[in-house]
């Protein structure tokens, strides 16, 4: 199989500890390591807030087009990485819709959007919304929603079967979150470089025609999802 060798590789990663699985619909396929071991997953948050802030939508707590963020920015553009503000700091740098500026500032005022139309923490909306309803007993909020949660691979497994069979949020609203926002945008993925266009959904990075990409070489276009500086 395919993802055995994958995590053969993982198993060889020469660091102190390492783990990982590869998930279909119907559950795990494969894995490696301990997973139950849990570590801070870094911008891996990202995601996980972006399907509480849908399921915020889908229950009419938050809509998309709410203004957010920087004048004319709405939730779309901040979870679109599309408001103009920078990686940090809350001096745009660019208007509304015009460029792809990946930011950690934006994902930490959609926490902040959340709470309030919420009434509660963002924490303990997303570990109302999504941890508990998929059983991710051991992941965890300690902080900011752009690069905070602490989780383990066992979760996470939990998490990418959600993302292939969605039961929290509708198909169609999966489907938009995969779907490229603003279309046509520029801009840098962290780590990776400047692409012509980078796609992005709402809250998850998608494939397109990059090159290089962090996700395999020979992967399908329509490949999606996210991952953290702390090796996740």
Same mark, same amino acid.
């Given at each position: 199989?395919?993802?055995?060798?994958?995590?053969?590789?993982?198993?060889?990663?020469?660091?102190?500890?390492?783990?990982?699985?590869?998930?279909?619909?119907?559950?795990?396929?494969?894995?490696?390591?301990?997973?139950?071991?849990?570590?801070?997953?870094?911008?891996?948050?990202?995601?996980?807030?972006?399907?509480?802030?849908?399921?915020? +939508?889908?229950?009419?707590?938050?809509?998309?087009?709410?203004?957010?963020?920087?004048?004319?920015?709405? +939730?779309?553009?901040?979870?679109?990485?599309?408001?103009?503000?920078?990686?940090?700091?809350?001096?745009?740098?660019?208007?509304?819709?015009?460029?792809?500026?990946?930011?950690?500032?934006?994902?930490?005022?959609?926490?902040?959007?959340?709470?309030?139309?919420?009434?509660?923490?963002?924490?303990?909306?997303?570990?109302?919304?999504?941890?508990?309803?998929?059983?991710?007993?051991?992941?965890?909020?300690?902080?900011?929603?752009?690069?905070?949660?602490?989780?383990?691979?066992?979760?996470?497994?939990?998490?990418?079967?959600?993302?292939?069979?969605?039961?929290?949020?509708?198909?169609?609203?999966?489907?938009?979150?995969?779907?490229?926002?603003?279309?046509?945008?520029?801009?840098?993925?962290?780590?990776?470089?400047?692409?012509?266009?980078?796609?992005?959904?709402?809250?998850?990075?998608?494939?397109?025609?990059?090159?290089?990409?962090?996700?395999?070489?020979?992967?399908?276009?329509?490949?999606?999802?996210?991952?953290?500086?702390?090796?996740?």
């Amino acid at each position: 199989m395919p993802e055995a060798h994958v995590l053969d590789a993982l198993a060889a990663w020469p660091v102190r500890t390492a783990a990982g699985a590869v998930v279909v619909p119907t559950g795990v396929a494969e894995a490696v390591g301990p997973s139950g071991w849990q570590t801070r997953i870094a911008s891996v948050t990202k995601p996980l807030a972006a399907i509480a802030v849908l399921v915020a +939508v889908e229950e009419g707590t938050l809509d998309l087009e709410a203004a957010a963020g920087p004048p004319g920015a709405t +939730v779309r553009h901040l979870l679109a990485h599309a408001s103009g503000l920078p990686f940090e700091g809350a001096t745009p740098v660019a208007p509304p819709g015009r460029r792809r500026i990946y930011s950690n500032t934006g994902f930490d005022l959609l926490g902040d959007e959340l709470s309030a139309a919420a009434r509660m923490s963002a924490a303990d909306y997303l570990a109302e919304s999504v941890s508990a309803p998929l059983g991710m007993g051991s992941t965890e909020l300690r902080g900011s929603v752009a690069k905070d949660a602490w989780s383990t691979v066992e979760d996470l497994a939990r998490f990418a079967r959600e993302l292939l069979a969605p039961t929290l949020v509708a198909p169609e609203t999966l489907l938009e979150a995969v779907t490229e926002q603003f279309p046509g945008l520029a801009g840098v993925v962290p780590g990776l470089g400047s692409y012509d266009p980078n796609p992005w959904g709402l809250g998850l990075e998608l494939k397109g025609a990059k090159s290089p990409h962090w996700t395999a070489p020979s992967g399908s276009p329509r490949t999606f999802g996210h991952f953290g500086g702390a090796g996740t």
